[in-house]
């Protein structure tokens, strides 16, 4: 164990792991959460226009599209939070399309870093 050297930090490594961490973790569940949130709005608007008979069902349905609503409301938050702190530290993702219309992989470009 070499306690007294000078540690390096690698800003590839880092790099690759901010990568891999906002593409394959980050943007899916904030996509699948959103997209829940969406289903659970859409299917208490079908409660409620199906039940018109029924006042109780009624207000379960309105009950599920509020609760769909504040659930989009809060991914769309967590999404905007997500993106202010990566670019408050310098973090930006770019999603390049290639010719055939579909999504590459997301890049993030690090600032080149200068020890002191």
Do not use: C
Not at 35 to 51: C, D, K, R, T
Not at 103 to 113: A, T
């Amino acid at each position: 164990m070499d306690f007294f050297s000078t540690k390096v930090a690698y800003a590839n490594r880092f790099d690759d792991f901010l990568k891999n961490v906002n593409s394959e973790i980050v943007n899916p569940l904030i996509t699948l959460l959103f997209a829940l949130a969406v289903v659970y709005f859409l299917y208490g608007v079908f409660e409620f226009i199906s039940n018109q008979e029924n006042e109780e069902n009624k207000t379960t349905g309105k009950s599920h599209m509020l609760w769909g609503v504040i659930g989009i409301t809060i991914m769309m938050g967590v999404w905007a939070i997500l993106n202010l702190v990566l670019s408050t530290i310098g973090v930006d993702s770019d999603i390049k399309i290639n010719q055939s219309g579909n999504q590459g992989s997301v890049q993030i470009n690090l600032p080149k870093y200068t020890p002191p």
